[in-house]
């Protein structure tokens, strides 16, 4: 089974992703700002990340490139997915390192299709 770390900081947004994540057979693992998920990352090395930007304490583009430019976890796909839906956005998440970019609110096919092609088989 599939680890994913879901970094969220709204409850909502965390319950609903990790939701849908789940009944497609995924193992969720929550961080709720970018410290914790620099944490969790080193301790459980997950197959994927999906990211927010907008979160206290670290912001999810310093954690994508934290986690893109540390040898040991720089292959660890990363999906932002975040309410910042302009293009400066996706192109800044994409120039940090990140795989995908899907902003919200997105429907769930996308990032589930965007998960699934991500993971490593």
Known sequence: MSKVLLVEDSLAQQKAIADLLERKGLEVTVANDGEEAIAKIQEQSPDLVVLDIVMPKMNGYEVCRQIKSTPTTEKIPVVMC?????????????????????AKPFRPTELLGTVKKLLPH
């Open 82 to 102: 975040s309410a910042k839906s302009e293009e400066f956005d996706r192109y800044w998440g994409m120039k940090q390192g990140a795989d995908a970019y899907i």
